[in-house]
């Protein structure tokens, strides 16, 4: 296994160059990556700081700095080591300015400037936080999309998800011995969505979660019988309701996600799909 250290280094909060790095590591197998992480890096001395961490650990330094100073001390210092130093949105920014006719505005996180739309995604993420598993029915029209799904279809983890995108959420698990509410089949704000999964997938991810709590694993909860059951109830409802259906077996949270934003786009006619 081949071992890499990876130097993240951007002037606002990073978030952008660890996706990109996660997306890139991705397509690599058997590398053992040791990340240096180094957000808000605005001045020289922070910059020197981090350059002497470089030096001693050499390896791959993917940075997002808009200050042209800052940007040449590092790139001419990784020079001089011998090491690659990229900026992977110096080609997205580049296309961008020929075609609009202007340059770039140097300034750190501008994407994350509290305007409309970050109290949005704020507001979506409270909303779906506090319509977990079923709570609050009665709000459920306020929602934009209703994840409705058997125990351990991955409804939260998708929920938060899409909640830091900037929808408003909520989530149902349709269990057997409990019918949901009545108000789930008269919704007319949000988009209703099933997710399903293979009964073989179900059991283990639901076996794997006994035993991370020390319970018994020979219930009805983990029964093949029983979840197959399971599993065809849910998938008759959401066919007899019409609803879109997300097979999530073989599918990543964001996979999932996207897949459901893409339904919300088609749903209001917008191409983007976004909130």
């Excluded at 970050?118 to 029209?141: M, S």
């Excluded at 269990?175 to 008269?186: I, K, N």
């Excluded at 059991?203 to 979660?209: G, P, S, T, Y």
Aim: proline share 4%; charged share 25%.
């Amino acid at each position: 296994m081949m071992r890499l250290h990876l130097h993240l280094l951007s002037d606002s909060t990073g978030e952008t160059l660890e996706n990109i790095a996660k997306a890139a590591l991705a397509q690599y197998d058997d590398v053992e990556t040791i990340r240096h992480f180094w957000p808000m890096v605005r001045t020289e001395a922070h910059l020197e700081r981090i350059l002497q961490e470089i030096s001693q650990n050499p390896g791959l330094v993917l940075f997002t700095l808009v200050n042209s100073e800052t940007r040449r001390t590092l790139e001419t210092r990784c020079r001089a080591l011998g090491l690659p130093a990229v900026a992977p949105l110096d080609g997205v920014t580049g296309a961008l300015s020929g075609l609009l006719g202007q340059a770039a505005k140097a300034r750190p996180g501008r994407q994350h400037v509290l305007d409309a739309a970050y109290f949005a995604r704020v507001d979506a993420i409270q909303f779906t936080i506090a319509h977990d598993d079923g709570i609050l029915a009665e709000d459920w029209e306020e929602a934009d999309i209703v994840l409705a799904g058997v125990s351990r279809s991955s409804k939260t983890p998708t929920s938060i998800y899409l909640a830091n995108r900037g929808f408003k959420t909520a989530n149902i698990p349709i269990v057997l011995e409990s019918p949901p509410p009545a108000s789930l089949y008269t919704l007319k704000n949000p988009i209703v969505v099933g997710l399903t999964t293979s009964a073989d997938r179900l059991i283990q991810v639901r076996r794997n979660r006994l035993l991370s709590l020390n319970q018994k694993v020979e219930t009805a909860y983990v029964d093949q019988e029983a979840v197959t059951r399971e599993v065809a109830f849910a998938r008759r409802m959401f066919a007899d309701n019409g609803w879109p259906v997300i097979d999530v077996t073989r599918r990543s949270i964001e996979e999932t996600a996207a897949a459901i934003i893409a339904l919300v786009g088609e749903r209001r006619g917008d191409v983007r799909g976004d909130a």
